[in-house]
C-alpha cells in the first residue's frame, strides 16, 4: 500500500483505496462498511469514509479464517458417519 513514489499511503485509505486492494467495487466496500463488516469512520462534511490499513489487514485475515472454519464445515457435512466415528465403532464391535 504505497503510492507510486515508493511513500507510504496516509493513516487512512479512502473506499477507493480499500476496492482496489481487496480487488472489487467501491460499491461493494460500502456496501461491506455499512453493513458493519468492514470498520470505518465517517469524516467531513460530506461523509467520506476511511478506513484504517490494520483494520482492512484484520479483515482480510478474518475473511481467511471464515473460509477455512466454512471448508471443514462443509468436509465435515458430506462425511459419512462411519468417516467419523469408524475407528470407535470398530474397536467397540471388537470388544
Known amino acids: 500500500m504505497t503510492d507510486s513514489a515508493g511513500l507510504p499511503l496516509g493513516r487512512f485509505l479512502t473506499v477507493a483505496d480499500v ?49 477455512r472454519r466454512m471448508g471443514l464445515w462443509h468436509e465435515a457435512q458430506l462425511a459419512d458417519v462411519a468417516d467419523l466415528f469408524g475407528e470407535r465403532r470398530r474397536s467397540s464391535r471388537g470388544a
Open 19 to 67: 476496492a482496489d486492494v481487496l480487488n472489487v467495487t467501491a460499491t461493494e466496500v460500502l456496501s461491506l462498511v455499512r453493513a458493519g463488516e468492514l470498520p470505518a469512520i465517517h469524516l467531513g462534511s460530506i461523509g467520506q469514509w476511511r478506513i484504517d490499513p490494520a483494520v482492512l489487514e484484520s479483515f482480510i485475515a478474518d475473511k481467511y479464517d471464515e473460509s
